[in-house]
């Protein structure tokens, strides 16, 4: 690339990377928004409490369902266009559902949005790798990730006040209104070709092909160890932080629902200090397989302070809890490590399988698992819940093992 284009758009791939980054903090509002809407979608579509957790969960699984798929599309047809198209189809399905009459219009438009919002956060991870300096990878994917996170948190209380003043349909059509402004401000801002990835992969005479891209992903040894990495250390932040940890903190000191969620929060606090905080040491030290098995390491032991060592003071607990999340923002470095070896052209693809991996542990697997062990014992008591949750530790265990086989390149 010519040095004189390069330093005229020296600040665009940062302000493109920051509207990828929006729009993943807009998807995560958009796939919890209905657990501010829950008695509202009841009385409009004269549902139950079952009924509102499918049609919430129709957006969660197709996106899911979509993230190889995600990731193909952007190695083919790069992430301008794809999120452009994405976000704009996004605002339409938005529209739909907030004047949906009939369940299966409302189920519909749900399942839709999950298919176009899979893309977004892959995008973002590949516009860092693609658009940004190299050096700066692992630090900003965790202020992605911090974002995500701290943003979801206060977004979802700006969702909820809206719903109580304007209504849940008058909401859902501001969030279309969002979307389609989140597409044509990524039109303006993003661009496919700022780096030399993408001059480097032509010379080289790479075509990208779809089929020989997720073959060659699929057969990579480290894309399953790095995947598999991932979705174990997040598994605990979706099944125990973002689910068990209260109703086991209740449990435990006799406290409120209020007192535990304040208490588990602190989960994600940590993860959004974490995953900055870790991405700049692995980038600073060189390496990342070190600081994967040694926080997994430190989460482990975190984890067995709080659910298996008794009398721990209450005060105590926010800051072990506050680590626990801090340790597994560790999670993070998979992404960074199949950056570093997976070729340009397919980077995309492999991104989505790790963000599918992430995604798969956590709340498909270890969240009804834990449920099923708990639910085992005739009494709930803290005993049944320390049996039920040491399939957290033996998920540690097996990232911490899988560690050791990382491989990665040397730091430039």
Not at 140 to 161: C, H, I, P, S
């Amino acid at each position: 690339m010519p040095q004189q284009h390069q330093s005229k758009n020296k600040f665009l791939p940062w302000f493109g990377w920051f509207i990828a980054c929006s729009a993943g903090l807009y998807q995560f509002l958009l796939q919890t928004s209905s657990s501010v809407m829950i008695s509202d979608l009841e009385k409009s579509f004269s549902l139950d409490s079952f009924g509102v957790s499918l049609l919430s969960s129709s957006f969660f699984y197709t996106y899911l369902i979509c993230q190889i798929p995600a990731g193909i599309l952007i190695d083919r047809f790069k992430p301008r266009r794809t999120i452009f198209i994405c976000q704009f189809l996004l605002s339409l399905f938005c529209f739909m559902f907030a004047v949906s009459t009939h369940v299966w219009m409302a189920g519909a438009s749900r399942i839709l949005m999950g298919i176009v919002c899979a893309p977004t956060f892959i995008i973002a991870f590949y516009l860092i790798a693609r658009t940004l300096p190299e050096k700066f990878f692992a630090l900003v994917a965790g202020f992605t990730e911090t974002m995500a996170m701290l943003g979801g948190v206060a977004g979802e209380a700006l969702l909820a006040r809206s719903v109580a003043m304007y209504g849940w349909r008058s909401t859902v059509m501001i969030l279309a209104g969002v979307a389609l402004a989140m597409s044509v401000l990524a039109w303006l801002t993003i661009r496919d070709d700022v780096s030399n990835d993408a001059l480097i992969s032509r010379t080289d005479g790479q075509q990208a092909n779809v089929l020989r891209d997720l073959a060659a992903m699929l057969s990579m040894p480290q894309a399953w160890i790095n995947g598999l990495f991932c979705g174990l250390l997040f598994g605990l932040i979706s099944s125990f932080g973002a689910f068990w940890c209260i109703p086991f903190l209740v449990q435990l000191f006799a406290i409120s629902v209020g007192q535990a969620a304040d208490m588990s929060s602190m989960i994600f606090i940590g993860a959004a200090c974490g995953t900055p905080t870790i991405g700049w040491l692995s980038d600073r030290l060189g390496t990342r397989r070190i600081l994967m098995m040694l926080c997994t390491i430190l989460a482990l032991i975190t984890f067995i302070l709080i659910v298996f060592v008794p009398n721990i003071p209450k005060n105590w607990m926010f800051a072990f809890i506050f680590l626990l999340g801090f340790f597994s923002a560790v999670y993070l470095l998979p992404f960074a490590v199949i950056r570093d070896i997976t070729p340009a052209h397919m980077r995309g693809t492999a991104m989505g399988f790790i963000n599918m991996m992430c995604i798969l542990i956590g709340s498909p697997v270890l969240l009804p698992l834990i449920g099923w062990l708990l639910h085992s014992h005739a009494v709930i008591s803290s005993q049944a819940y320390q049996h039920a949750l040491l399939v957290i530790p033996a998920c540690l265990l097996t990232a911490f093992g899988l560690a050791f086989f990382v491989k990665e390149e040397a730091s430039k």
